[in-house]
């Protein structure tokens, strides 16, 4: 996939130049993965960029997961954990690795200081133990180099999201954590797409009710109720209401 050669390229300290060796102590960044196993269940993953390896640290989430690690941590020879990865619905994954070169693009442009102020939060799809795709989040976290001023360590977090209704979108933000303040979101997510109104009638044509008890439940038109439902065909590209709602749900 030509985005994760791109990625290779920008993220791994040995394809940009003659870089001073970083000096931060992985230990302590091994540690702070660990503890986010061990506290939230989550199944954490940190990334070296200067030697190109990973860690990954199991828990219960990871079992869910289908996932069986012999060793905790297991530690890869590469900056992506393909055991985790492969379980991400093919849609999400190519969004996910788009997302990730916005989210280092974004902060190589920030002063050092202000870098760790942000990170990536996700909802996106994988297949469980019994290969049915949920909702999971993943959060992101970079940690930059005080010798190099390089990318050096991302911690990746998966955990099983609260909410598994299937009228939620994949959703890949880039946040502030200091402010609580979405910074960017995907742009190829239908909230970009469809206006507020047409998720909400796209929701209850998925559910089953006719556009009389969509016009009662919204106090609005049946008229008004059709002609957001055409809109909604035209904007994505489908013959009828329930492919709609099939086809942005349901993926």
């Not at 992985?26 to 061990?38: D, L, R, T, V, W």
């Not at 992101?140 to 180099?145: D, N, V």
């Not at 990318?151 to 994949?170: E, M, P």
């Not at 044509?205 to 038109?221: M, N, P, Y």
């Amino acid at each position: 996939m030509e985005i994760v050669e791109t990625l290779n390229k920008t993220l791994l300290l040995k394809n940009r130049g003659q870089n001073k060796t970083c000096l931060m102590d992985i230990e302590m960044y091994k540690n702070i993965a660990f503890s986010y196993s061990q506290t939230e269940n989550s199944v954490a993953v940190l990334s070296d960029m200067q030697f190109n390896k990973s860690y990954v640290y199991s828990s219960k989430t990871a079992l869910e997961l289908g996932l069986d690690f012999k060793e905790n941590p297991m530690m890869i020879n590469s900056i992506w954990e393909e055991e985790i990865l492969k379980k991400i619905h093919p849609d999400d994954k190519l969004k996910k690795y788009v997302h990730e070169l916005r989210f280092f693009k974004l902060l190589e442009v920030m002063e050092l200081e202000e870098r760790s102020e942000f990170n990536v939060l996700s909802r996106m799809k994988m297949k469980d133990k019994d290969g049915i795709f949920r909702f999971v989040q993943h959060r992101m976290f970079y940690f930059y180099s005080p010798y190099n001023l390089k990318l050096r360590f991302a911690l990746c977090l998966y955990n099983f999201a609260v909410d598994q209704s299937q009228v939620l979108f994949s959703e890949f933000l880039i946040i502030n954590s200091i402010k609580g303040e979405v910074v960017a979101d995907d742009k190829l997510n239908y909230k970009n797409v469809l206006s507020q109104r047409e998720l909400e009638i796209l929701k209850f044509v998925g559910e089953g009710f006719t556009s009389k008890e969509i016009a009662d439940f919204l106090s609005i038109s049946i008229n008004t109720v059709s002609r957001h439902r055409q809109n909604i065909l035209e904007k994505l590209k489908v013959k009828n209401s329930i492919k709609a709602f099939n086809d942005s749900f349901s993926k």
